[in-house]
């Protein structure tokens, strides 16, 4: 039979208190450790949303960048197209001259004709300054590119297709031709 008495003092006697502590120091080891995760989790966190906002700032620059990229890029045409009807305005203004010009010629006044040379020569140094060329040579070959032929007659002392005369001045503003002179060439008719 079982004498319980022995039976009892057999076990040894458990202290709650130890026992408990044992618990209470595991709990803290994992509460420790957890705090530590919760930690390193929000240190990468943060680093994380600096990195997005970095991130969003730099969109928003390129997208801010790329608006007064727009916005340049009409600026300019706009420009462009300002500057366009200006050229085209001083050019009206050199072919009402032109007109002046050539009928001083007519008049065989040599006072009138010299002193409207001298403007005409002070208006082609001003054109030069603001990039355009006037197309005036006769003395050179016919080109396409920047004639155009508006009359042809026959004259016996010329070469064929060459330029006898310059009704209206071409233009040329920064290697671009803005109008081609007009002019009338040479022809030569076969018997």
């Known amino acids: 039979m079982i004498d319980i008495k022995d039976e009892i003092k057999k076990y040894k006697k458990v202290n709650l208190s130890e026992a408990y502590g044992k618990f209470e120091?595991?709990?803290a080891i994992v509460m420790n450790g957890f705090s530590k995760m919760v930690e390193r989790f929000s240190k990468e966190q943060y680093k994380t949303f600096c990195s997005i906002e970095e991130i969003i700032d730099t969109l928003e620059e390129k997208v801010?960048?790329?608006s007064i990229t727009k916005e340049l890029v009409e600026n300019k045409k706009h420009m462009e197209s300002e500057n366009r009807k200006l050229i085209k305005g001083i050019i009206n203004i050199n072919d009402l001259f032109e007109s002046i010009y050539f009928f001083a010629r007519k008049t065989n006044d040599e006072k009138w004709i010299k002193q409207i040379g001298v403007l005409w020569n002070k208006i082609s140094k001003i054109n030069l300054k603001l990039g355009l060329i006037r197309i005036e040579d006769i003395n050179v070959s016919f080109d396409?590119?920047?004639h155009r032929v508006i009359q042809a007659k026959e004259v016996s002392n010329e070469e064929e297709n060459s330029m006898i005369d310059i009704v209206?001045?071409?233009?040329?503003?920064?290697?671009e031709v803005i109008r081609k002179a007009e002019v009338i060439v040479n022809i030569t008719t076969r018997n």
């Open 64 to 66: 801010e960048n790329n």
């Open 25 to 27: 120091d595991e709990i």
């Open 168 to 175: 209206k001045f071409g233009y040329i503003y920064n290697g």
């Open 144 to 146: 396409n590119e920047l």
